[in-house]
Antibody, heavy 120, light 111 residues
Framework: QVQLVESGGGVVQPGRSLRLSCAAS????????MHWVRQAPGKGLEWVAV????????YNAAAVKGRFSVSRDNSKNSLYLQMNSLRPEDTAVYFC?????????????WGQGTLVIVSS | QSVLTQPPSVSGAPGQRVTISCTGS?????????VHWYQQVPGTAPKLLIY???NRPPGIPDRFSASKSGASASLAITGLQAEDEGDYYC???????????FGAGTKVTVL
């Protein structure tokens, strides 16, 4: 069955960096675009970033552009989110999600999320 | 301010029918982009409930139905059950912002 498992979250000071990972299994990972979506405590869902199935193209939300970068290693069935220059407003649970259907598609499977807290 | 507008909360007694609206604009739902719905029980990941406006994934009860017309969409839950409590989000794509957009979410409470 499809499984997405995020890791790498934690408490980090403002201005520092953190790298999240998402381990995928149960499907041909290299065939699917993958996304990051976050949810601040008590708030709604916010789309963060997408990467194409082969990693050749990626796109970020304006709120994280220039600070976050998404990448993938299809040989390891893994998705990553490199987060630099973190701000308190980046505090959230970060979910990886598989996109299904042609662009823009929808998110048919989600990981359980990993919590990032940006605080001094 | 979310690009897609949902009511903050709806409630109903067990067995009743509730509906959740999702209102967009000419750059998302009104531009013909599909709407999708997710259910999230607090503390867990969102789960796909409805895709491509009206379709239920395997395992989703037919108590859940949805529709879309122009820049608006709605989700209906009939025969409300206690297990339906949670937050419900609509989602689409906005061609003006070039991003995936979510509604702010609607909390469903079973009285």
């Amino acid at each position: 069955q499809v499984q997405l498992v995020e890791s790498g979250g934690g408490v980090v000071q403002p201005g520092r960096s953190l790298r999240l990972s998402c381990a995928a299994s149960g499907f041909p990972f290299s065939s699917y675009p993958m996304h990051w979506v976050r949810q601040a405590p008590g708030k709604g869902l916010e789309w963060v970033a997408v990467i194409s199935y082969d990693g050749s193209d990626d796109y970020n939300a304006a709120a994280v552009k220039g600070r976050f970068s998404v990448s993938r290693d299809n040989s390891k069935n893994s998705l990553y989110l490199q987060m630099n220059s973190l701000r308190p407003e980046d505090t959230a649970v970060y979910f990886c999600a598989r996109r299904f259907w042609q662009h823009p598609g929808y998110f048919d499977y989600w990981g359980q999320g990993t919590l990032v807290i940006v605080s001094s | 301010q979310s690009v897609l507008t949902q009511p903050p909360s709806v409630s109903g007694a067990p067995g009743q029918r509730v509906t959740i609206s999702c209102t967009g604009s000419s750059s998302n739902l009104g531009a013909g982009y599909n709407v999708h719905w997710y259910q999230q029980v607090p503390g867990t990941a969102p789960k796909l409930l409805i895709y491509l406006n009206t379709n239920r994934p395997p395992g989703i009860p037919d108590r859940f139905s949805a529709s879309k017309s122009g820049a608006s969409a709605s989700l209906a839950i009939t025969g409300l059950q206690a297990e339906d409590e949670g937050d419900y989000y609509c989602q689409s794509y906005d061609t003006r912002l070039n991003v995936y957009v979510f509604g702010a979410g609607t909390k469903v409470t079973v009285l």
